[in-house]
């Protein structure tokens, strides 16, 4: 693994790939120079990120890996603007006066509100006239959920509230969609058909995606581009480009060959315990 006095290396080497022809232009580049937390025990201050740079182009889906508790939720909330304390700048490039766009945020945890219906959780982040405009219909049939829509959500199984949380970000029809771990936490079979779902989803409208995982094979299918983060403080260790084109990514062999591939690369990042990285509570019946 790269210690921390080294010089931040855009590794990828054979692995380097050219982007994907339909990428675009970009969308944001985050800096982030500083980010600490006041330990609650202690009373120090405790840096997490580390002169992070990123950025992000148009119809672009990138993952982030990193050990648990390296600072990957804190990165993206400093995106998603519920976190301003931090030295750096988020400068959006893809809308006018660098405001920040339309952003689709999943968590973890669904955060479906139990006493609404289904389709209620996923109106309430729209303005009236949306409602109406068909995009919830287009949305609950996207994610298979037209016949569960007046179903209160605390009814719903848990893979359900998970393509919930999928409508409801996609449905603001987000520039840029945030997603921290979306599958963490299923059975293998339930997390594998989400995220197929999820590639239909995106497909629809293709926004720029970047999302936190922790199962490598996820982010080979997934994602154009991998993200790899190191631990106290976080930085950027090295990123490559999957190379699989966008039509193949249903080929299991192919992405089970290039997940090997990469595997080398995460292994000298992270070394052969991988310890907090491809945790196993994280990767269930992936590694
Ligand atoms: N509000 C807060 N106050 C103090 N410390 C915090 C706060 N939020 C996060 N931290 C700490 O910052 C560090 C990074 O947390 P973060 O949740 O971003 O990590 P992560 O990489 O997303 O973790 P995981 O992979 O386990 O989800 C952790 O040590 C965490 O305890």
């Given amino acids: 693994?790269?210690?921390?006095?080294?010089?931040?290396?855009?590794?990828?080497?054979?692995?380097?790939?050219?982007?994907?022809?339909?990428?675009?232009?970009?969308?944001?580049?985050?800096?982030?120079?500083?980010?600490?937390?006041?330990?609650?025990?202690?009373?120090?201050?405790?840096?997490?990120?580390?002169?992070?740079?990123?950025?992000?182009?148009?119809?672009?889906?990138?993952?982030?890996?990193?050990?648990?508790?390296?600072?990957?939720?804190?990165?993206?909330?400093?995106?998603?603007?519920?976190?301003?304390?931090?030295?750096?700048?988020?400068?959006?490039?893809?809308?006018?006066?660098?405001?920040?766009?339309?952003?689709?945020?999943?968590?973890q945890n669904p955060r479906l509100l139990p006493w609404l219906t289904l389709r209620g959780n996923i109106a309430l982040v729209l303005h009236a006239r949306a409602r109406k405009d068909g995009r919830i219909e287009e949305l609950l049939a996207a994610t298979d959920l037209t016949e569960s829509a007046d179903v209160h959500a605390n009814r719903l199984s848990v893979g359900m509230q998970r393509r919930a949380a999928l409508a409801r970000a996609f449905v603001v029809d987000p520039l840029l969609l945030l997603m921290d771990e979306p599958f963490v936490s299923l059975?293998?079979?339930?997390?594998?058909?989400?995220?197929?779902?999820?590639?239909?989803?995106?497909?629809?409208?293709?926004?720029?995606?970047?999302?936190?995982?922790?199962?490598?094979?996820?982010?080979?299918?997934?994602?154009?581009?991998?993200?790899?983060?190191?631990?106290d403080p976080a930085r950027v260790i090295g990123e490559v480009q999957v190379g699989i084109p966008r039509d193949l990514r249903r080929d299991e062999v192919l992405v089970g060959a290039r997940h090997g591939e990469l595997m080398r690369l995460f292994k000298g990042f992270y070394g052969e315990d991988r310890d907090g990285v491809a945790n196993p509570r994280h990767a269930a019946g992936s590694e």
């Fill in 187 to 231: 059975d293998a079979p339930t997390a594998e058909q989400l995220r197929h779902l999820l590639l239909d989803v995106w497909d629809m409208r293709r926004p720029t995606v970047i999302f936190v995982t922790h199962d490598l094979r996820e982010a080979t299918l997934l994602a154009d581009r991998i993200v790899f983060l190191s631990r």
């Fill in 1 to 107: 693994m790269p210690s921390e006095d080294e010089p931040r290396a855009r590794q990828g080497t054979s692995d380097e790939m050219p982007s994907p022809p339909d990428v675009g232009a970009p969308v944001v580049e985050i800096r982030i120079d500083r980010k600490s937390f006041v330990d609650a025990g202690s009373g120090r201050e405790r840096l997490v990120l580390d002169r992070v740079e990123l950025s992000l182009r148009r119809a672009e889906l990138v993952a982030l890996i990193g050990p648990s508790g390296c600072g990957k939720s804190t990165l993206l909330h400093i995106v998603a603007g519920l976190d301003p304390d931090f030295s750096g700048r988020i400068h959006w490039l893809a809308t006018e006066y660098g405001r920040r766009p339309r952003l689709g945020y999943v968590f």
